[in-house]
């Protein structure tokens, strides 16, 4: 902090020796003395004492929840206020509280987990959340099948230009065929609830998967393939060192958006087909007229598909940084 | 039997096809380059000259015409002819060491896996990149990313080192420091240079010859001038020598005299 105080001692002797001759200085070379305020503030503030590290998280902790939870909050109470009648179609949140009571307390009734793994009672009433895991099972097995072979498929016609041009017509197509039509076809060929669910997520998630997958392959900037060509990268070498990692952004986009369709398409066939699993229990509640049930179940999927796709994106992040 | 140059293009010409024909890019260039010499090549944009170096490279085939490398046809790219790329053209999920690492594994296959570290190693600290080693291009400067792929290009231990209009995407002074740094790298290595500027400044400081073409399409080379400097090279030293100003009223009498930008002659 000493700087500007030698500056401003040296500069008036060198404005005051017009060293030139008669000529006098002109305007612009007149040195002016360093501003006295600058000189004098030789010592910032100090800086307040550092926050307890737990605290200083509770505190942007709150900061990030405390609007969501407002707002939910009011709309749980305009919701309350415009079911509040007794004869209201739709229960309020109260209502649902007080008739779901029991679904929402005991979600994961019929579930034990002992040292052999998880178990869910095949039959008679069983809570949301064996619902919800046997839904869940059935999309790992399907969107996990269509995961592998969307990729694969996907770099396939991303790199061989006729493989392109033979299937990228196809998967257009049959892209935009929505999942419940495959279903009939599904159950004529499975003739079972749960191969051809599991068939269903398939068909429906691979779509985005292998069309993803193409798009980063055949994306890859030229100066990757220079870089490749230049260095003499065997096809081997090329595909594992360049390719792969300039595309696994583009392959967990494919993901992401493929493992929300599979949510979307799960609780459609469970409801068509009937037995377990979420979307059964929809239509379950339904017909027995147990709207509190149906909306506690409806959160339970809303919470379930946003940590499916918080956790597709997290593996995401994990691969691209490794 | 007549003398060949180290590096020599002759009689190159590069053809692309187009709508209804072909577009003729250069037009029977012939270049002699010895060995050790830092050639650089200018002229409008447009003009081919990156078509040229991606020909010496082996990215482009030349439809007419022959390049040798000491001898040899040049048929492929190869890592023999680093190239420094203008976009740098460092993998982002690589780290500045491994970057480099992946051009010394392919070229030094032979050697140790420590010796390959200390190669990658050498070659950051020859640029003063060492310090950022651990570092992905995106957390470093633009002025880095090309230290960085200046040096990639250097640990292949090239025949000829080529490079893209390097500087191009700079800020004038980050160019500065950079230009500094390959003169620094030409003396040590005596390394073959062929390097695309757009700068009159860049071309006559760095090179020992100005390759000047001619505007496209069917460009030629239009004029060949050895910049007579004495090396080592100081900015500041140059500025006032009668030879360096020379060199450069030459070059930009070719470049807007003589060859005129053609966008500048429609406007």
Same mark, same amino acid.
């Given at each position: 902090?000493?700087?500007?105080?030698?500056?401003?001692?040296?500069?008036?002797?060198?404005?005051?020796?017009?060293?030139?001759?008669?000529?006098?200085?002109?305007?612009?070379?007149?040195?002016?003395?360093?501003?006295?305020?600058?000189?004098?503030?030789?010592?910032?503030?100090?800086?307040?004492?550092?926050?307890?590290?737990?605290?200083?998280?509770?505190?942007?902790?709150t900061s990030a929840v405390l609007p969501t939870l407002l707002m939910l909050f009011a709309l749980l109470a305009f919701w309350q206020m415009a079911?509040?009648?007794?004869?209201?179609?739709?229960?309020?949140?109260?209502?649902?509280?007080?008739?779901?009571?029991?679904?929402?307390?005991?979600?994961?009734?019929?579930v034990t987990l002992d040292l052999h793994g998880l178990h869910i009672e095949g039959q008679g009433d069983v809570g949301v959340a064996a619902h919800?895991?046997?839904?869940?099972?059935?999309?790992?097995?399907?969107?996990?099948?269509?995961?592998?072979?969307?990729?694969?498929?996907?770099? $396939?016609?991303?790199?061989?230009?006729?493989?392109?041009?033979?299937?990228?017509?196809?998967?257009?197509? $049959?892209?935009?065929?929505?999942?419940?039509?495959?279903?009939?076809?599904?159950?004529?060929?499975?003739?079972?609830?749960?191969?051809?669910?599991?068939?269903?997520?398939?068909?429906?998630?691979?779509?985005?998967?292998?069309?993803?997958?193409?798009?980063?392959?055949?994306?890859?900037?030229?100066?990757?393939?220079?870089?490749?060509?230049?260095?003499? $990268?065997?096809?081997?070498?090329?595909?594992?060192?360049?390719?792969?990692?300039?595309?696994?952004?583009?392959?967990?986009?494919?993901?992401?958006?493929?493992?929300?369709?599979?949510?979307?398409?799960?609780?459609?066939?469970?409801?068509?087909?009937?037995?377990?699993?979420?979307?059964?229990?929809?239509?379950?509640?339904?017909?027995?007229? $147990?709207?509190?049930?149906?909306?506690?179940?409806?959160?339970?999927?809303?919470?379930?598909?946003?940590?499916?796709?918080?956790?597709?994106?997290?593996?995401?992040?994990?691969?691209?940084?490794? | 039997?007549?003398?060949?140059?180290?590096?020599?293009?002759?009689?190159?010409?590069?053809?692309?096809?187009?709508?209804?024909?072909?577009?003729?890019?250069?037009?029977?260039?012939?270049?002699?380059?010895?060995?050790?010499?830092?050639?650089?090549?200018?002229?409008?944009?447009?003009?081919?000259?990156?078509?040229?170096?991606?020909?010496?490279?082996?990215?482009?085939?030349?439809?007419?015409?022959?390049?040798?490398?000491?001898?040899?046809?040049?048929?492929?790219?190869?890592?023999?002819?680093?190239?420094?790329?203008?976009?740098?053209?460092?993998?982002?999920?690589?780290?500045?060491?491994?970057?480099?690492?992946?051009?010394?594994?392919?070229?030094?296959?032979?050697?140790?896996?420590?010796?390959?570290?200390?190669?990658?190693?050498?070659?950051?600290?020859?640029?003063?990149?060492?310090?950022?080693?651990?570092?992905?291009?995106?957390?470093?400067?633009?002025?880095?990313?090309?230290?960085?792929?200046?040096?990639?290009?250097?640990?292949?231990?090239?025949?000829?080192?080529?490079?893209?209009?390097?500087?191009?995407?700079?800020?004038?002074?980050?160019?500065a420091a950079l230009q500094d740094v390959v003169m620094e790298l030409q003396a040590k290595l005596a390394s073959t240079v062929l390097m695309i500027?757009?700068?009159?400044?860049?071309?006559?400081?760095?090179?020992?010859?100005?390759?000047?073409?001619?505007?496209?399409?069917?460009?030629?080379?239009?004029?060949?001038?050895?910049?007579?400097?004495?090396?080592?090279?100081?900015?500041?030293?140059?500025?006032?020598?009668?030879?360096?100003?020379?060199?450069?009223?030459?070059?930009?009498?070719?470049?807007?005299?003589?060859?005129?930008?053609?966008?500048?002659?429609?406007?």
């Amino acid at each position: 902090m000493s700087t500007p105080a030698t500056h401003a001692v040296r500069t008036p002797p060198a404005a005051a020796q017009p060293d030139s001759g008669p000529a006098a200085t002109s305007e612009s070379a007149i040195v002016l003395d360093y501003p006295k305020a600058a000189i004098v503030r030789s010592s910032l503030p100090p800086v307040a004492a550092r926050e307890n590290a737990v605290l200083a998280g509770f505190k942007s902790l709150t900061s990030a929840v405390l609007p969501t939870l407002l707002m939910l909050f009011a709309l749980l109470a305009f919701w309350q206020m415009a079911c509040a009648s007794p004869t209201s179609p739709l229960p309020g949140p109260m209502r649902v509280w007080e008739e779901a009571h029991d679904v929402i307390m005991h979600p994961l009734k019929g579930v034990t987990l002992d040292l052999h793994g998880l178990h869910i009672e095949g039959q008679g009433d069983v809570g949301v959340a064996a619902h919800i895991l046997k839904s869940l099972g059935r999309v790992l097995m399907g969107y996990g099948l269509a995961a592998v072979v969307g990729v694969l498929l996907g770099m $396939l016609v991303g790199t061989n230009r006729h493989a392109y041009r033979a299937l990228d017509p196809l998967f257009q197509v $049959l892209r935009t065929v929505p999942p419940l039509a495959w279903l009939p076809i599904s159950l004529a060929v499975f003739q079972q609830v749960q191969p051809s669910a599991i068939f269903l997520i398939f068909i429906t998630a691979i779509w985005p998967i292998i069309l993803n997958t193409s798009a980063g392959v055949q994306n890859l900037p030229a100066s990757y393939r220079n870089v490749g060509r230049v260095l003499a $990268l065997n096809p081997i070498q090329y595909f594992v060192r360049i390719v792969l990692p300039a595309t696994v952004p583009h392959i967990f986009t494919g993901l992401r958006i493929g493992v929300g369709m599979s949510w979307l398409a799960i609780v459609a066939a469970e409801m068509v087909q009937g037995g377990t699993g979420i979307g059964f229990f929809i239509w379950d509640s339904y017909n027995s007229s $147990l709207l509190s049930d149906t909306i506690v179940a409806l959160v339970w999927i809303g919470m379930t598909g946003f940590a499916l796709d918080r956790i597709v994106a997290g593996i995401g992040r994990l691969v691209a940084r490794a | 039997m007549k003398h060949r140059s180290y590096l020599a293009l002759e009689g190159v010409t590069v053809e692309f096809p187009v709508k209804g024909g072909t577009f003729c890019a250069l037009d029977h260039i012939d270049l002699s380059i010895e060995k050790g010499q830092f050639v650089a090549l200018i002229g409008h944009s447009g003009c081919g000259k990156s078509t040229l170096l991606n020909a010496v490279a082996g990215l482009t085939r030349p439809s007419k015409g022959v390049i040798f490398l000491e001898g040899g046809v040049i048929d492929r790219p190869g890592p023999d002819r680093a190239v420094v790329f203008q976009d740098h053209s460092l993998l982002p999920w690589l780290t500045v060491a491994e970057n480099v690492a992946l051009a010394v594994d392919q070229t030094a296959r032979d050697k140790s896996r420590a010796e390959r570290r200390d190669w990658v190693m050498h070659n950051l600290e020859l640029v003063q990149m060492a310090h950022a080693a651990t570092k992905r291009p995106a957390e470093i400067s633009g002025g880095m990313k090309q230290r960085v792929g200046i040096a990639r290009a250097i640990a292949m231990n090239p025949r000829v080192l080529l490079m893209d209009e390097p500087f191009g995407a700079l800020d004038a002074l980050t160019r500065a420091a950079l230009q500094d740094v390959v003169m620094e790298l030409q003396a040590k290595l005596a390394s073959t240079v062929l390097m695309i500027t757009h700068d009159v400044d860049e071309a006559v400081l760095l090179a020992d010859r100005v390759v000047m073409m001619t505007n496209g399409p069917a460009a030629r080379i239009g004029e060949d001038l050895v910049v007579d400097l004495p090396r080592p090279r100081r900015r500041l030293e140059m500025i006032d020598l009668p030879a360096y100003g020379e060199a450069r009223g030459a070059v930009i009498r070719f470049l807007h005299e003589r060859y005129r930008n053609p966008a500048t002659l429609a406007a």
